[in-house]
């Protein structure tokens, strides 16, 4: 069935990196906007950052991660990425990866990964 | 704190309509469509509302979605046990882009 699964989270220290990926199946990948949505632990839900369907040529950030995390795409491999360099403690949160419905506009979330949870923690 | 307010809590009786109401501004709710999202504990949210009145394919008529000016609200007819769950607003805002809502707890009494 159509399904996108998030890997890649753990614990890490204030200003280390990690890497997220999120592989597709049953579905044309690189045919829609992908996205990473995060939810703190008090629940709280934030875009993080979005990559245009394609080539991926265009994406864009939350002003809280700006300049420190990048969203990329391998439509070969059917995977999405967010690369997140100089962790904050802010930035412990449970990471989505999401697919932006056709024809739904740019918050119709229609297919989500099961999430996986990233620790900031010294 | 985000530029969208919901109520932090809700509730109902299994059978009536409950509404869940988004606050927001001008620069958001005022002039851009509203999304609303079902999340169960443990669970990926679920889109439930789409472009502020448009359900998605598998979603009961049950849910139904509005917008007055700069606030929208979702509301759920004959409230089910099983509609127990958070419910988030979201909206493109103009210099923060895309933005949720803090989200509501339904508790079905």
Redesign the interface.
């Known amino acids: 069935q159509v399904q996108l699964v998030e890997s890649g989270g753990g614990v890490v220290q204030p200003g280390r990196s990690l890497r997220l990926s999120c592989v597709a199946s049953e579905f044309a990948f690189s045919r829609y906007p992908m996205y990473w949505v995060r939810q703190f632990p008090g ?5 993080v950052a ?1 990559i245009s369907y394609h080539e991926g040529s265009q994406q ?1 950030y ?2 809280s991660v700006q300049g420190r995390f990048s969203i990329s795409r391998d439509n070969s491999r059917n995977t999405l990425y967010l690369q997140m360099n100089s962790l904050r403690i802010e930035d412990t949160a449970v990471y ?1 990866c ?1 697919r932006e ?1 056709s024809g ?7 297919v ?4 996986t949870m990233v620790i900031v923690s010294s | 704190q ?1 530029v969208l307010t919901q109520p932090p809590s809700a509730s109902g009786t299994p059978g009536q309509r409950v509404t869940i109401s988004c606050s927001g501004g001008s620069s958001n709710i005022g002039k851009n ?1 509203v ?1 609303w ?1 079902q999340q169960f504990p443990g ?5 439930l509302i ?2 502020t009145d ?1 359900r ?1 394919s598998g979603v009961p008529d049950r849910f139904s979605g509005s917008k007055s000016g700069t606030s929208a609200s979702l509301a759920i007819s004959g409230l089910r046990s099983d509609d127990e769950a ?1 419910y ?1 607003c ?3 805002d103009d210099s ?5 809502g ?2 509501t707890k339904l508790t079905v009494l």
């Open positions: 629940k709280g839900l934030e875009w979005v864009w939350g002003d989505y999401a419905m739904g506009g740019s918050l119709a979330f229609d989500w990964g099961q999430g | 985000s469509y999304y999202y669970t990926a949210p679920k889109l789409y472009k448009q998605p958070d988030y979201a909206t493109w923060l882009l895309r933005v949720f803090g989200g």
